[in-house]
């Protein structure tokens, strides 16, 4: 890269930099993007397909979930991680709805190709854009429909159509069911939901139907002395972060032993201070002990003969949901051990699900802790269950939060790119060119889920907005049935932030990846010859969704 000053080139950039400019710049951006979206848009909807993925070392994910995909997938292209940060970040928001603002994402910046095309400056477009964003956000509240927390049919219907399409589908009623239980045993009375106090444990073994609710929570584990009671009523409970052994040296030490006494000694020694530690923790109270780190057979003995019930090797976030649900603190240092930070439970028992053993923590001190174990034929049954209660137990979360909601089935689509239409006349000018794209990008979703369904866009889209232009607001597609209805009737809900999130940040990413013009990527070592113009390498500072602010 150089540049001329004098007849003399200047070297600006390290050699093997590669520099893409104006409309290249754009063209390469665009559709890497598109190429992303294009990926996940099949498995849009309740008909959408799934897809396998396959790692380097051979494992296989089978799922529907757009964010799941795109984190498996291993995208190398920086504007195409700028579309899988768009799930991520709804992932993170909302937890449902990734697929869509992906797809929404894709289709913005199609259309402002063919605006590009047409010599529309790219800030124009932006412009436009971002107008468009911000009404969409104005209608969406507009035709959000109220409900009440207490509406547990209608929560319901919100985590059924979470979950349509994913694994759970045979026996949805079932899973949703436990779902709105399981949020609206954690709700405050404000109507905030922690899902941290919901856990979701997987059991490969028996049938979906074999799935349950248990107040408490649940660690899949079992006790590491058979000596030990199963079963420990009035429990008081030490979490412990440290492990119940005897202390290696930090140094290499070596031990000269010369008779067998002294040999004795020695494992008298080691066996004493194991001892001390044991009471110790006999003498803080506890009758349960769930440890981090592990606990030595000597130690295990010793337990086992005071009647304490121990764990060992407990998952780090296991630890943090028993000191939620218990009221106990984490110790990490036997010294530190008073008793004062005991935890409580009306009951500590080990149980046999689907065979194996599993310690239950019930009758905790905190009501709001509950588990829910999911439970299914395979290992990938399993896992795409668990994806789909986790989505459905946020979006039931996030309408306990909100109390608002929409039609699903394309029906809020299809209304945004009505109205927004009527508002690009009210604007005119060029940015009226942008705004109108952006209504027509936004039927991608109900065009999509026809088309995933077998069913001809054009004719359902021109049904769609027939009954629309009709004022009927919530009429979406029956993919079933192949017509348009009602999706409020027909109880295909979705959360309003589902939305309004998919929307603004879609919006946010494609005006982002629209307003380069100039990639500079630096050269990746011995980078091949001909590589194309900033493939490899990273962007610097591009990374992340903080682009030009849009508040929603
Ligand atoms: P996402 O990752 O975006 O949540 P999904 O595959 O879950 O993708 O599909 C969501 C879309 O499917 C939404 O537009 C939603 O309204 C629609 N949808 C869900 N259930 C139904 C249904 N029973 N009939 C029609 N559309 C549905
Ligand atoms: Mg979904």
Not at 478 to 490: I, R, Y
Request: proline share 3%; net charge negative.
């Amino acid at each position: 890269m150089s540049q001329q000053l004098g007849g003399q080139p200047i070297l600006i950039l390290k050699e093997g930099s590669s520099r893409t400019r104006g409309r290249d710049a754009q063209g390469m951006n665009i559709t890497a993007a598109k190429a992303v979206a294009s990926a996940v848009r099949t498995t849009l909807g309740p008909k959408g397909m799934d897809k396998m993925l396959v790692d380097t070392i051979g494992d296989v994910v089978i799922t529907n979930d757009g964010v799941t995909i795109l984190k498996e997938m291993d995208i190398e292209h920086p504007a195409a991680k700028m579309m899988v940060e768009i799930a991520k970040t709804q992932d993170d928001e909302v937890g449902d709805g990734t697929t869509t603002a992906v797809v929404i994402a894709g289709e913005l910046l199609k259309r402002a190709e063919d605006l590009l095309e047409q010599d529309v400056h790219p800030t124009v477009i932006a412009q436009g854009y971002r107008q468009a964003a911000e009404k969409s956000h104005e209608i969406l509240n507009s035709i959000a429909i109220a409900i009440k927390g207490s509406d547990s049919a209608m929560l319901r219907k919100i985590a059924e159509t979470a979950m349509t399409g994913k694994g759970a589908e045979a026996n949805k009623e079932k899973m949703c069911e436990l779902v709105v239980k399981a949020v609206t045993m954690v709700a405050d009375e404000d109507g905030t939901v922690d899902k941290d106090n919901i856990k979701v444990e997987k059991k490969v073994g028996g049938s979906i139907d074999n799935s349950e609710i248990v107040e408490g929570v649940l660690v899949d584990k079992e006790r590491v002395h058979p000596g030990m009671p199963r079963k420990v009523k009035d429990a008081r409970i030490l979490l412990l972060n440290a492990a119940v052994e005897f202390k290696k040296t930090e140094v290499d030490a070596e031990i000269n032993i010369t008779s067998p006494d002294q040999l004795q000694a020695f494992l008298d020694e080691e066996e004493r201070m194991i001892k001390n530690i044991v009471d110790k923790i006999i003498e803080s109270g506890a009758n349960v002990l769930f440890c981090q780190k592990g606990i030595d057979d000597i130690a295990q003995h010793y337990l086992a003969k005071a009647g304490i019930f121990a764990v060992r090797r407990v998952k780090k976030s296991d630890m943090e949901k028993l000191a939620r649900a218990t009221g106990g603190s984490l110790i990490s240092s036997i010294d530190a051990i008073s008793g004062d930070e005991l935890g409580w439970a009306g009951l500590v028992e080990e149980k046999k699900v689907s065979g194996e053993e599993m310690v239950f923590v019930v009758e905790c001190k905190n009501p709001k802790a509950v588990s829910i174990i999911v439970r299914g034929g395979t290992e990938h049954v399993v896992d795409e269950i668990e994806r789909a209660v986790e989505d459905a137990l946020r979006v039931v979360g996030v309408v306990f939060e909100d109390k608002k909601l929409v039609a699903g089935g394309g029906s809020p689509e299809i209304e945004l790119s009505l109205r927004l239409r009527e508002y690009a006349a009210s604007v005119g000018g060029r940015a009226q060119l942008a705004i109108e794209a952006f209504a027509t990008a936004l039927e991608i979703i109900p065009r999509t889920l026809a088309e995933n369904a077998g069913l001809d866009p054009i004719d359902m889209l021109v049904e769609l907005r027939a009954s629309h232009e009709k004022g009927k607001k919530t009429v979406g597609l029956n993919v079933f049935e192949g017509k348009a209805e009602d999706m409020l009737k027909a109880g295909v809900v979705e959360p309003l932030r589902v939305k309004t999130q998919a929307i603004a940040s879609a919006a946010e990413a494609a005006i982002m990846i629209l307003r380069i013009d100039d990639v500079i990527a630096a050269s990746k070592t011995a980078a091949p010859e001909g590589m194309p113009p900033g493939g490899p390498g990273g962007m610097g500072g591009m990374g992340g969704m903080g682009g030009p602010g849009m508040d929603f």
